[in-house]
């Protein structure tokens, strides 16, 4: 089993940066042989996919966030990150980590993030 907990998120102004961790605990072999993904979630809309890594550290991302979101891995510390740049007021949301594809019983409780003037 692998345990997943997010952090990083914050209140922010348009065009500013954060970067978001994703810790996980639990089988380390699962969590290295596993795809990963960042997904989100705003206020009366589904979740979604914004970013995803494979194992082998290839990466792919919706079109809302691309040229301003990078997604990495570092299995060393068990981690993987959410850089996010040029933020927009349209990006506001929880943003969860989780496998790809998911696993619902790898749901943390999400980082909030908040851009707004």
């Known amino acids: 089993q692998v345990q997943l907990v997010e952090s990083g998120g914050g209140l922010v102004q348009p065009g500013e940066s954060l970067r978001l961790s994703c810790v996980a605990s639990?089988?380390?072999?699962?969590?290295?042989?596993?795809?990963m993904g960042w997904y989100r979630q705003a206020p009366g809309k589904q979740r979604e996919q914004v970013a995803r890594?494979?194992?082998?550290?290839?990466?792919n991302y919706t079109d809302s966030v691309k040229g301003r979101f990078t997604i990495s891995r570092d299995n060393a510390k068990k981690t993987v990150y959410l850089q996010m740049n040029s933020l927009k007021p349209e990006d506001t949301a929880v943003y969860y980590c989780?496998?790809?594809?998911?696993?619902?019983?790898?749901w943390g409780q999400g980082t909030q993030v908040t851009v707004s003037s």
């Open positions: 639990g089988n380390i072999f699962r969590f290295i042989a596993m795809a």
């Open positions: 989780n496998a790809d594809p998911l696993v619902p019983a790898y």
């Open positions: 890594i494979s194992k082998y550290g290839n990466t």
